[in-house]
T-cell receptor
Framework: SQQGEEDPQALSIQEGENATMNCSYK?????LQWYRQNSGRGLVHLIL?????REKHSGRLRVTLDTSKKSSSLLITASRAADTASYFC????????????FGQGTTLQVKP | DTEVTQTPKHLVMGMTNKKSLKCEQH?????MYWYKQKAKKPPELMFV???????INESVPSRFSPECPNSSLLNLHLHALQPEDSALYLC?????????????FGPGTRLTVL
């Protein structure tokens, strides 16, 4: 069953603006990951944050994790048209089954 | 080589056909996955192979039959599919010893069942 929920479902911004996406989950996790998917293509791993971390940066990406609220956010700063894609959060649970539970995804459109 | 490859890119098949999807990785990963993805939806896990053994089958219909011939290859055999099986099929791999379950995805096979 899918346990991750993301909002907004869709986001449209101008180039240069920041984009923020949120993810909520239901059970305890080892880590939370964010993936990007360009239309009709495979997913690309962006960033991973472990359950004992609160914030992580990678280039223009900033991820936060609040395990007390079971939520995470992904911030993309100074967005570019090439950032147009779907973004999924995925949680790796503590039961170590090897399964990732994906959120429903946020579709981001960055207008030039 | 940090790439997962999948063939074919596109596949059109009738409901009586038998076909196979192939996936290959040369990263030394020992876990491989099949996902099904419908438009505007997240990937749905179908099967997980860990150290070449099937470890998870998410109650997938028997018309889908996975096979892991060796640690680099993963196949999905298709038989008597239904039109609702049309979707993007994604393969992924990960290294169980990493402890993170970070997965590397292939570009997918776009399957259309007529």
């Amino acid at each position: 069953s899918q346990q991750g929920e993301e909002d907004p479902q869709a986001l449209s911004i101008q180039e240069g603006e920041n984009a923020t996406m949120n993810c909520s989950y239901k059970t305890s996790i080892n880590n939370l990951q964010w993936y990007r998917q360009n239309s009709g293509r495979g997913l690309v791993h962006l960033i991973l944050i472990r359950s004992n971390e609160r914030e992580k940066h990678s280039g223009r990406l900033r991820v936060t994790l609040d395990t007390s609220k079971k939520s995470s956010s992904l911030l993309i700063t100074a967005s570019r048209a090439a950032d147009t894609a779907s973004y999924f959060c995925a949680t790796d649970g503590i039961s170590n089954t090897g399964k990732l539970i994906f959120g429903q995804g946020t579709t981001l459109q960055v207008k030039p | 080589d940090t790439e997962v490859t999948q063939t074919p890119k596109h596949l059109v098949m009738g409901m009586t056909n038998k076909k196979s999807l192939k996936c290959e990785q040369h990263m030394g990963h020992r876990a491989m996955y099949w996902y099904k993805q419908k438009a505007k939806k997240p990937p749905e896990l179908m099967f997980v192979y860990s150290y070449e053994k099937l470890s998870i089958n998410e109650s997938v219909p028997s018309r889908f039959s996975p096979e892991c011939p060796n640690s680099s290859l993963l196949n999905l055999h298709l038989h008597a599919l239904q039109p609702e099986d049309s979707a993007l099929y994604l393969c992924a791999s990960s290294q169980p010893s990493s402890g993170t379950n970070e997965q590397f995805f292939g570009p997918g096979t776009r399957l259309t069942v007529l």
